[in-house]
Nanobody, 128 residues
Framework: QVQLVESGGGFVQAGGSLRLSCAAS????????MAWFRQAPGKEREFVGA???????????YYADSVKGRFTISRDNAKNTLYLQMNSLKPEDTAVYYC??????????????????WGQGTQVTVSS
């Protein structure tokens, strides 16, 4: 069983930055593919980015087109923590952000139903 706890959300003006963190429980964090999703009011949960489990050459990442070049996902396996660095934030980035995990040795799943574990979410609000 993996437990995920997000933090770092808040209120920021357009053009600003935030860094989200997701602390994971369990000794095998490096073997999990991890992802960030977001959900705005009245909208479906949307894929933001994913990072693969740690392989022999490191981890691979994949981003939604809407955040590519602005957001960076990373992981610190020694700290069991996933990060999402968000730069050049826009009002349309306003949403509750969730981290998710699945035991998978390779790949960067992009559909919510491919993930088994979820955090409780953290609110990000970007004002214009």
């Amino acid at each position: 069983q993996v437990q995920l706890v997000e933090s770092g959300g808040g209120f920021v003006q357009a053009g600003g930055s935030l860094r989200l963190s997701c602390a994971a429980s369990g000794p095998t964090f490096s073997r999990y593919a991890m992802a960030w999703f977001r959900q705005a009011p009245g909208k479906e949960r949307e894929f933001v980015g994913a990072i693969s489990a740690m392989g022999w050459s490191g981890s691979s990442t994949y981003y939604a087109d809407s955040v590519k070049g602005r957001f960076t996902i990373s992981r610190d396996n020694a700290k069991n923590t996933l990060y999402l660095q968000m730069n050049s934030l826009k009002p349309e980035d306003t949403a509750v952000y969730y981290c998710a995990a699945v035991a998978m040795t390779w790949g960067t799943p992009r559909a919510p139903d491919e993930y088994d574990y979820w955090g409780q979410g953290t609110q990000v609000t970007v004002s214009s």
